[in-house]
């Protein structure tokens, strides 16, 4: 019988090792190849980490892939807690009801957000109408789009449920009479969150933060249409080195760099988060 | 109401100083009271228990006394002082709950420091925890985590973190209902013996009515979301203030009847099984409705003169050093204690104590 | 080049040779006309009323499949996962990678006879012939890139030095394609439109230099015309260069016109090319085709209905002066004027400049 158990598991593990591995085996072994008049040849050149290593444009935008994750991360996180902890407090059909809405955002496709972005933070655009119509502002506020601060803006919103989702689910299996231990001895709402609901709530602000850190790193489609001329990613570098440049060498060792660079703040995130007091007991134990 | 100003003016240990006294609460969920209009008073150092059967709004008191309800109706004061606007945080209240509520994150050192730590600028926080940790034979179990303690060794951890605060007053909701009866007798003897090594008051909350005798100064039983009665235990076991409580305390029977005469603490009361004078609750005057409160142990077969009741032996149930007898006498199951095991049907007569029972209200 | 890649088609090729001659080869012959052919293309030229004339006549189906870019196009010969494929859509700019990776088959001319109504400029280029002199490809569709501008808020007709000019800061955009850009910031520098696309290194350093110095004018660099379009609508931009679409999109709701820069005009134009790997019972098929892409029918729908003029001067002197000139064929000195955006030797180069001037 486990002999069997055992024969079962087999094709789903030769599927996970070869869906992940082997399309990193491809890049590795691409990234040594030489390119001869828009044909990849089998090779062992180190042309293509060569010029990545020297590219200051390269590491520029893997740097800026990191610090966006980053930045969207942190910024989900802080407005991810009120409105995950907010939702534990609903009944349970109002609850249904918060999720739906939640999750608005991800019903439409990206790019019919993105155009709506446009029409509302656009020159003549809602929210500049808005303000001018007020007489709070005489010219429109240009910085409201295509600017690192628009970027900014619609990842966060774009990933704000990923975080709330993964928050939330750990926040609803956090004892509420946790809390109230905590208060009855002492604790602020404050302390109490910082003491009890945050290391409790690791695990998902973990999967949250992983998560939205993935997303947002690798996000190329909202920066370049709304990010105006800072818009410029490490992703689409790579999509431009395999498709127009054809340097399929170049765009291999820039997306490997790339992933392991993601991969290492992944992990250094991970840890951090696991230092977290006493967060290690809770998600060793589940 | 009335009844009940008088019992506590009787019942309360002289001279005390009161720390908690609650007037008028009431509190509401929905359609339901949970507590509807009780006032109570807790002495410094005084350990009182609630006590009551499921529902009737134990805990629900409790979360009010320790900030986590606000009551719709009536005052909370503590040291005199309103607490309606001070926040759980603030309040020299600490709780012991129903679920332990142990931090899982928290090593045993780490939750019962938890209050400490807070405050901030407290030095010897080590020393504290371990003399909390003593107090409660927990010391040896600092570096574990909850899960890795059995149910009585959190309970403990549970009781040492709320105790090393220095509270003003402990609750305690239930803490012992999900252990098994030696664990629970052996903390018992613990819990009243901290109690009075610390001078905390406790308000302790269970529905088991013989730990509630054997540790309480006070017993305030409770009857959907009113209190019935509040005395000592010696009080409410020997004159239950009504039929509830009667029924609630212990296996005695009760007989339904109206009162014939009164003379002065006694009264004659006719019922089914004949005619009984015995003490009688104030209030009770000729004519009413009342209950006569039959416990097992004022029954004998052996007695003067002629036996009070006659029937046959309907079930008989071995108990070890005893056995506990049904008799039925007529239409009723009168319960009392046999030195031997009685077959069924042998006919009994039975002596009754009269001195020894009471005459007691109907409840509403 | 069959080192690396043996394409699907071969592959398929081969099975059928080794498995099925014998029961296919003697039915070849009895199919004269093909059913269907396939034509990878662009949404723009392949509407399906613009080859109803050419199923009627011949009784092959046309079916359409769309492109999403030329790089995928090319990727996908390439890699031999667009084994379905009968005639391919190069464009002119990059036809000549096409020929290199002997993706295409060489053409024989002669079963083309509309080729004898292509303007000159397109029968003489040589983008469409490989180093062994024969032709790969056959330009069908041409268009101008103009600048499209808003003419309501800029009064002179805008050149490429305008989309450098700072009077119109955070009104302008460009599009995020090095050769395009490259070139336009070149023939803003004054190089002339000959060596636009031939740059020395220091050429492109100071390209390099004027492209960052733009990028705070710019409100935005623009991906798919669409994007272009949404931009002049929303009031976005006033001034870009562009595709013609933003223009026949708008001109009724807003004031926008086109600029022909004096400096030079970027044209494109499509081909017609033939997979090196068709087999040849459908040869005889494909080449009608390209003969119906010169052909009246053709040019007549595509002008009608999408506004652009096919290589063929077939049907122009049949068109309202209004039709003329709305697909730049009103005034024939525009054949002179262009410059056809062809990738440099050095084009790596020149992606390592966009991409630094983007990230600067
Ligand atoms: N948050 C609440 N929402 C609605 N009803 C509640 C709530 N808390 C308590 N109740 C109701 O109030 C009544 C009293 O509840 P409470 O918990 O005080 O009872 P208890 O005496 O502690 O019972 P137990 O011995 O079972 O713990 C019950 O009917 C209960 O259903
Ligand atoms: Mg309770």
Redo the contacts with the bound molecule.
């Keep these: 019988m486990t002999f069997r158990q055992r024969h079962l598991a087999l094709p789903v593990a030769v599927a996970i090792i070869a869906g992940c591995l082997a399309p990193l085996a491809v890049l590795v072994a691409f990234s040594f190849y030489e390119v001869e008049e828009f044909d990849l040849v089998p090779a062992f050149s180190f042309r293509a980490w060569g010029e990545l290593a020297v590219s200051a444009t390269d590491w520029f935008l893997i740097g800026k892939a990191v610090l966006s994750g980053l930045t969207t991360t942190v910024f989900t996180v802080v407005l991810g807690y009120p409105v995950a902890l907010a939702l534990t407090r609903l009944s349970a059909s109002a609850k249904g009801l918060a999720v739906i809405v939640l999750l608005t955002p991800l019903y439409t496709g990206e790019i019919v957000r993105i155009y709506a972005w446009r029409i509302v933070l656009g020159g003549e655009g809602l929210v500049n109408t808005v303000l001018q119509g007020l007489g709070l502002i005489d010219e429109p506020m240009k910085v409201l789009l295509f600017s690192p601060f628009t970027i900014g803006l619609v990842l966060t919103y774009n990933n704000l449920p990923f975080m709330v989702l993964a928050i939330w689910v750990s926040a609803e299996m956090v004892d509420r009479r946790l809390i109230e231990a905590a208060r009855d001895l002492g604790a602020r709402p404050v302390d109490a969150f910082f003491r009890v609901i945050l290391p409790l709530t690791v695990p998902g602000l973990a999967a949250g933060s992983l998560t939205v850190f993935a997303l947002s790193a690798g996000e190329m489609l909202t920066p370049s249409l709304l990010g105006g001329t800072s818009g410029s990613t490490a992703m689409a570098l790579v999509d431009n080195l395999f498709g127009t440049a054809f340097d399929w060498p170049l765009a291999s060792a820039l997306a490997l760099a790339l992933l392991a660079t993601l991969f290492l703040v992944a992990s250094a995130m991970a840890g951090l988060m696991l230092r977290l007091k006493g967060a290690r007991a809770v998600i060793g134990r589940a | 109401m009335v009844v009940e100003s008088r019992m506590e003016k009787r019942t309360e240990p002289a001279l005390s100083p009161l720390l908690l006294a609650m007037r008028g609460i009431v509190k509401t969920?929905?359609r339901?009271r949970?507590?509807d209009g009780i006032d109570l008073d807790v002495p410094e150092r005084a350990f009182l228990t609630l006590l009551?059967?499921?529902?009737?709004?134990?805990?629900?008191?409790l979360r009010m006394i320790a900030g986590f309800e606000r009551p719709d109706a009536g005052e909370i004061r503590l040291d005199n002082t309103p607490l309606a606007d001070v926040p759980p945080e603030r309040r020299p209240v600490n709780t012991v709950f129903?679920s332990y509520a142990l931090f899982p994150h928290l090593t045993v050192h780490d939750n019962v420091a938890f209050s400490l730590k807070l405050r901030g600028g407290v030095s010897d926080i080590g020393v504290r925890v371990r003399r909390a940790l003593d107090a409660v034979h927990m010391a040896d179990f600092g570096d574990r985590y909850p899960h890795q303690l059995s149910g009585g060794q959190q309970q403990r951890v549970a009781v040492a973190r709320s105790i090393i605060a220095e509270p003003r007053l402990l609750l305690l909701?239930?803490p012992l209902s999900a252990l098994d009866r030696k664990m629970r007798g052996h903390l018992q003897i613990e819990l009243k013996a901290l109690q009075r090594r610390l001078g905390i008051a406790f308000v302790y909350?269970t529905?088991d009515q013989e730990e509630a005798f054997a540790l309480s100064d006070i017993v305030v039983v409770?009857n959907k979301?009113r209190i019935a009665q509040k005395a000592d235990p010696e009080t409410i076991y020997s004159r239950p203030a009504d039929s509830f409580v009667a029924d609630f305390i212990g296996n005695s029977t009760l007989v339904e009847g109206r009162i014939q005469a009164r003379h002065g603490d006694r009264a004659t009361i006719e019922t089914a099984l004949g005619t009984i004078t015995a003490p009688a609750a104030e209030g009770l005057a000729v004519g009413d409705a009342a209950m006569l409160v039959i416990r097992p142990e004022l029954l004998s077969m052996r007695g003067e003169g002629s036996a009070t009741f006659t029937g046959s032996v309907g079930h008989s149930v071995f108990q070890g050093e005893r056995s506990m007898v049904g008799a039925e006498v007529g239409g009723l199951a009168l319960r009392f204690p046999a030195e031997a095991p009685l077959s069924v049907g042998t006919s009994v007569a039975l002596w009754l104590d009269a001195d020894r029972s009471f005459i007691t209200r109907i409840a509403a | 080049m069959q080192r690396f890649t043996l394409n699907r088609r071969q592959m398929l090729g081969g099975l059928a040779a080794g498995a099925g001659l014998s029961l296919l080869g003697p039915m070849r012959q009895a199919f004269a006309a093909v059913p269907e052919i396939v034509w990878a293309t662009w949404d723009s030229n392949g509407h399906p009323e613009y080859v109803a004339a050419f199923e009627k006549a011949t009784g092959t189906k046309v079916k359409l499949s769309f492109l999403s870019s030329e790089d995928a196009q090319f990727a996908a010969l390439k890699t031999g996962s667009a084994s379905d494929w009968d005639i391919v859509n190069p464009s002119l700019n990059q036809a000549s990678r096409y020929i290199k990776a002997k993706e295409l088959m060489p053409l024989d001319l002669s079963k083309v006879p509309n080729l004898a109504t292509m303007y000159d400029v397109f029968k003489t280029t040589d983008k469409v012939k490989g180093e062994d002199g024969k032709t790969y490809a056959i330009p069908y569709l041409w268009g101008l890139n103009p600048i499209v501008y808003r003419s309501d808020i800029h009064t002179e007709e805008p050149t490429y030095s305008t989309l450098f000019d700072p009077k119109f800061k955070g009104q302008l955009a460009m599009r995020d394609y090095a050769l395009e850009s490259i070139a336009i910031a070149a023939l803003h520098l004054g190089i002339p439109r000959e060596r636009a696309f031939l740059l020395t290194t220091d050429e492109l350093a100071e390209v390099k230099k004027a492209l960052i110095a733009q990028k705070p004018l710019l409100r935005t660099y623009w991906q798919t015309i669409g994007d272009l379009t949404n931009l002049f609508a929303t009031g976005e931009v006033t001034a870009a260069f562009s595709w013609r679409v933003p223009y026949d999109a708008l001109k009724d709701k807003m004031k926008v016109a086109m600029a022909k820069p004096k400096a030079g005009i970027m044209g494109w134009c499509d081909c017609f090319g033939i997979p090196a790997s068709l087999p040849e019972e459908k040869l005889e098929t494909a080449y009608k085709f390209a003969d119906y892409l010169l052909g009246a029918d053709y040019a007549a729908t595509i002008a009608e209905i999408g506004n652009y003029a096919t290589t063929s001067s077939i049907i122009r002197d049949k068109l309202t002066p209004e039709k003329q000139a709305a697909i730049f064929v009103d005034d024939l000195s525009v054949m002179q004027n262009f410059i056809w955006p062809v990738a440099p030797e050095n084009y790596s180069e020149w992606l390592k400049v966009w991409n630094e001037v983007k990230a600067a």
């Design positions: 969920f929905g339901s949970a507590v009551g059967p499921s529902g009737c709004g134990k805990t629900t008191v129903q909701d239930e909350v529905h409770m979301g």
